[in-house]
């Protein structure tokens, strides 16, 4: 069940927001009356209430906005649970204070904002023990092993408990409650109007991850990024599942470039199949491949791993997707060695994503130049694949058959920027640019008023996918779906 958190300074807006949620099938609401910027009327909001509520009056030391002075604060506490609503949350170092009476449920809870405490276990026993009928512990998490001990004391509590680690990095928790043996979790009523942090939208809870149907038996996969909440890649994995009928999700992982190994060591112990890796793991997750696909092998990175037992195994389907891509907008057959002899590439960026397709196209034989902002950065990629160094500055000065934008440049929601001048292009090129969102960037508006053949980011993007989507399940891709999807995230106003 999802407890949808509701946080407003006027009491007509709380009450018409409550029956709207009502009206929409949220089983449960939070009122969180410290938002309330007058006296509280509780009588006004409960009375006629037209479903179960969660009560809680939040101080600003717990995350909350709570003005009055502490014994106005417990009188509201103790005639939520006089007035009989379902639920009251009262903080832990308090709840002495505040006996148990009729039929209303004491969640007894605890807020770290700083980080996740290691005395966990110990602290959950003193929280029981305050008569809980719940148990709530939300902590920030700092590193992905906080989520993991998070999750482990949820599995093993004979109380009833909901562990959140709050943060970007803690979002799994969150998702992952129903699953672990949680009463409920919580979601915020809209996007832009987060009541803690890291916490998820009520609707894309539903639609997204379709939090009510996960299980234990539920198959997790996801991707690990930093940041990771731009990623449409749940979005359409998830929906693949679904279509397919399988009882598996697909969650977003924020971690931190320093916290790799801590997840590589940690994250199957969860439950986790199989991830998705993007900037910054790609090159260094190839150190924790117990075994690569020979293209991954020779890229130096990977944006696939499979944990099966034991085995990691690293594949890099950015490169299957572009080759792809490329090989079918020049007429060319798909693996054909030396397809490429003859052309020029010139590719602009010395990332991940750059240095799949530089692999690929030197491994059919194209004459491939790179241009970055960090030159020796663009050395070094040049250097490792025989490739030519450009300078930034000259990057118009190539004659290329194929431009590629590996860079970030054009990407929402800096879409009047483009990595190349238009004056530079022409009806004889195939520009690529791997930017997804838009799809159709400044430098793809600017190629086809060229008259320049093209490659979208969202060709890309969904080819890739389509092809972890067969390494996760054993299973062909919905790519019309998937294609559908992304569109529909990047480009609202004109899909229908």
Same mark, same amino acid.
Request: glycine fraction near 8%.
């Given at each position: 069940?999802?407890?949808?958190?509701?946080?407003?300074?006027?009491?007509?807006?709380?009450?018409?927001?409550?029956?709207?949620?009502?009206?929409?099938?949220?089983?449960?609401?939070?009122?969180?009356?410290?938002?309330?910027?007058?006296?509280?009327?509780?009588?006004?909001?409960?009375?006629?209430?037209?479903?179960?509520?969660?009560?809680?009056?939040?101080?600003?030391?717990?995350?909350?906005?709570?003005? $009055? !002075?502490?014994? /106005?604060?417990?009188? *509201?506490?103790?005639?939520?649970? &006089?007035?009989?609503?379902?639920? @009251?949350? #009262?903080?832990?170092?308090?709840?002495?204070?505040?006996?148990?009476?009729?039929?209303?449920?004491?969640?007894?809870?605890?807020?770290?904002?700083? $980080? !996740?405490?290691? /005395?966990?276990?110990? *602290?959950?026993?003193?929280?029981? &023990?305050?008569?809980?009928?719940? @148990?709530? #512990?939300?902590?920030?998490?700092?590193?992905?092993?906080?989520?993991?001990?998070?999750?482990?004391?949820?599995?093993?509590?004979?109380?009833?408990?909901?562990?959140?680690?709050?943060?970007?990095?803690?979002?799994?928790?969150?998702?992952?409650?129903?699953?672990?043996?949680?009463?409920?979790?919580?979601?915020?009523?809209?996007?832009?109007?987060?009541?803690?942090?890291?916490?998820?939208?009520?609707?894309?809870?539903?639609?997204?991850?379709?939090?009510?149907?996960?299980?234990?038996?539920?198959?997790?996969?996801?991707?690990?990024?930093?940041?990771?909440?731009?990623?449409?890649?749940?979005?359409?994995?998830?929906?693949?599942?679904?279509?397919?009928?399988?009882?598996?999700?697909?969650?977003?992982?924020?971690?931190?470039?320093?916290?790799?190994?801590?997840?590589?060591?940690?994250?199957?112990?969860?439950?986790?199949?199989?991830?998705?890796?993007?900037?910054?793991?790609?090159?260094?997750?190839?150190?924790?491949?117990?075994?690569?696909?020979?293209?991954?092998?020779?890229?130096?990175?990977?944006?696939?791993?499979?944990?099966?037992?034991?085995?990691?195994?690293?594949?890099?389907?950015?490169?299957?997707?572009?080759?792809?891509?490329?090989?079918?907008?020049?007429?060319?057959?798909?693996?054909?060695?030396?397809?490429?002899?003859?052309?020029?590439?010139?590719?602009?960026?010395?990332?991940?994503?750059?240095?799949?397709?530089?692999?690929?196209?030197?491994?059919?034989?194209?004459?491939?130049?790179?241009?970055?902002?960090?030159?020796?950065?663009?050395?070094?990629?040049?250097?490792?694949?025989?490739?030519?160094?450009?300078?930034?500055?000259?990057?118009?000065?190539?004659?290329?058959?194929?431009?590629?934008?590996?860079?970030?440049?054009?990407?929402?929601?800096?879409?009047?920027?483009?990595?190349?001048?238009?004056?530079?292009?022409?009806?004889?090129?195939?520009?690529?640019?791997?930017?997804?969102?838009?799809?159709?960037?400044?430098?793809?508006?600017?190629?086809?008023?060229?008259?320049?053949?093209?490659?979208?980011?969202?060709?890309?993007?969904?080819?890739?996918?389509?092809?972890?989507?067969?390494?996760?399940?054993?299973?062909?891709?919905?790519?019309?779906?998937?294609?559908?999807?992304?569109?529909?995230?990047?480009?609202?106003?004109?899909?229908?």
């Amino acid at each position: 069940m999802i407890c949808v958190s509701l946080g407003r300074a006027r009491h007509q807006k709380m009450i018409a927001e409550h029956q709207f949620l009502v009206e929409q099938g949220a089983e449960l609401v939070e009122l969180r009356l410290d938002f309330i910027t007058r006296a509280v009327n509780l009588k006004r909001l409960v009375q006629d209430r037209p479903g179960p509520v969660v009560l809680s009056v939040r101080r600003k030391e717990d995350g909350g906005r709570w003005e $009055g !002075t502490e014994q /106005e604060r417990l009188v *509201l506490l103790r005639s939520a649970i &006089a007035a009989g609503v379902e639920y @009251v949350d #009262i903080e832990a170092d308090v709840a002495s204070q505040i006996p148990r009476y009729g039929a209303t449920k004491r969640i007894i809870s605890y807020h770290d904002f700083s $980080g !996740t405490p290691d /005395e966990l276990e110990e *602290l959950h026993a003193a929280m029981a &023990a305050e008569d809980a009928d719940i @148990v709530k #512990i939300a902590t920030m998490a700092n590193t992905f092993s906080d989520n993991v001990r998070m999750i482990q004391l949820v599995q093993k509590a004979t109380v009833p408990t909901i562990g959140i680690c709050m943060g970007e990095l803690g979002m799994l928790t969150r998702i992952l409650a129903n699953r672990v043996g949680s009463p409920f979790t919580y979601a915020t009523f809209s996007t832009d109007k987060k009541l803690a942090p890291g916490q998820l939208n009520w609707k894309e809870m539903n639609s997204i991850y379709h939090y009510e149907t996960i299980n234990k038996d539920t198959a997790l996969f996801g991707v690990i990024a930093d940041p990771v909440a731009h990623s449409h890649s749940p979005l359409i994995h998830n929906a693949a599942f679904v279509d397919a009928g399988l009882n598996a999700r697909y969650l977003p992982f924020r971690l931190p470039k320093d916290d790799l190994q801590t997840f590589m060591n940690t994250c199957h112990s969860i439950g986790v199949e199989g991830i998705s890796v993007t900037i910054p793991h790609k090159e260094a997750s190839v150190a924790y491949c117990t075994q690569a696909e020979a293209s991954a092998t020779g890229i130096g990175a990977i944006n696939t791993m499979i944990f099966n037992g034991e085995d990691r195994i690293g594949y890099n389907t950015d490169y299957r997707a572009a080759m792809d891509c490329i090989e079918e907008t020049f007429g060319l057959k798909r693996g054909q060695e030396n397809s490429m002899q003859g052309k020029v590439a010139m590719i602009l960026g010395a990332g991940g994503v750059s240095r799949a397709l530089a692999w690929g196209l030197r491994q059919r034989k194209c004459d491939v130049y790179i241009a970055s902002r960090t030159m020796e950065r663009t050395q070094m990629l040049a250097g490792e694949l025989g490739c030519h160094a450009v300078e930034w500055d000259q990057r118009h000065e190539t004659k290329a058959h194929l431009l590629i934008n590996g860079t970030p440049v054009g990407m929402h929601p800096n879409v009047d920027s483009s990595p190349y001048s238009m004056t530079a292009l022409n009806e004889y090129m195939v520009v690529f640019d791997t930017v997804y969102n838009p799809e159709n960037t400044l430098l793809i508006k600017q190629a086809k008023r060229k008259g320049a053949r093209v490659i979208t980011g969202v060709d890309m993007f969904v080819r890739q996918a389509a092809y972890q989507y067969r390494l996760f399940t054993g299973q062909d891709a919905p790519t019309d779906l998937m294609r559908q999807k992304i569109k529909q995230a990047t480009n609202p106003v004109q899909v229908n």
